[in-house]
């Protein structure tokens, strides 16, 4: 399964609104959406504030509702765009749902993935990073200057 990056562009840049949805709510500006077949089936941003629960991230709103539209908890077919590294918790997730592409945009130095180790996601699940990351960093970097 691969993407050009024309297409990963693309893809990034609908992540980014919904990072941009989130920061305008007060959420933790990432965003995420699973492509399947060249076609967006699910749409997430952060929701920990808004929802009270420290799960609600923008990745583990988009398997749920890719999950949804796919009728399975297997997304074995689709590619998750997402504007920040995901962290361990998001990376489990994405283990047991067996994506087979993440794309990424910056890299999140405290508590992404890779921080930890690249085994926590499934064997067959290929990674992207960079793309777009001066976008999706500067995004994070605007909103927790806001905060300070």
């Known amino acids: 399964m691969t993407t050009n990056i024309l297409n990963d562009d693309y893809y990034m840049r609908q992540a980014l609104n919904e990072a941009r949805q989130a920061f305008d709510k007060g959420e933790v500006p990432i965003g995420a959406v699973v492509v399947c077949k060249g076609r967006i089936i699910a749409r997430g941003h952060n929701l920990t504030e808004t929802l009270t629960d420290v799960t609600a991230h923008a990745e583990m709103q988009a398997i749920t509702a890719a999950a949804n539209v796919l009728g399975g908890k297997y997304l074995t077919d689709c590619i998750l765009y997402v ?17 087979s592409k993440i794309v990424y945009g910056a890299k999140d130095e405290k508590k992404g993935y890779s921080v930890f180790s690249p085994s926590i996601l499934h064997p067959k699940t290929e990674v992207v990073s960079g793309v777009m990351e001066d976008e999706c960093a500067s995004l994070m970097k605007e909103f927790f200057k806001q905060k300070r």
């Open 83 to 99: 504007t920040i590294e995901p962290c361990p918790m998001c990376a489990g997730g994405l283990l047991w749902s067996q994506i």
